[in-house]
């Protein structure tokens, strides 16, 4: 049974760092490009960030560029994602997902976990 499961999330002051990981079981994760995708309070699904299967290459939405950073452990089976300056507007639930290729449909996703920046 594929399973990933989110982590790291919580509440943070506007500036602040929060670091979340999906832990991947089930499947062969290097086989899989991994991505996040966030889910604001009323809002649709924005795509966050995306790693190819073996980190060689990584990819952002243009509001997330060069305050998050994705990257992978495939000998640990876990995605991670580095946030920094976070802003009220980054309050979302985030997924992990699975996919054959960056950009490829998603498998598989996990649960979520709740990021909340507030003061």
């Known amino acids: 049974e594929v399973q990933l499961v989110e982590s790291g999330g919580g509440l943070v002051q506007p500036g602040g760092s929060l670091r979340l990981s999906c832990a991947a079981s089930g499947f062969t994760f290097d086989d899989y490009a991994m991505s996040w995708v966030r889910q604001a309070p009323g809002k649709g699904l924005e795509w966050v960030s995306a790693i190819s299967w073996n980190g060689g290459s990584t990819y952002y939405a243009e509001s997330m560029k060069g305050r998050f950073t994705i990257s992978r452990d495939n000998a640990k089976n876990t995605l991670y994602l580095q946030m920094n300056s976070l802003k009220s507007e980054d309050t979302a639930v985030y997924y992990c997902?699975?996919?054959?290729?960056?950009?490829?449909?998603?498998?598989?996703w996990g649960q979520g976990t709740q990021v909340t920046v507030s003061s």
């Open positions: 997902a699975n996919s054959p290729v960056v950009g490829g449909f998603f498998g598989s």
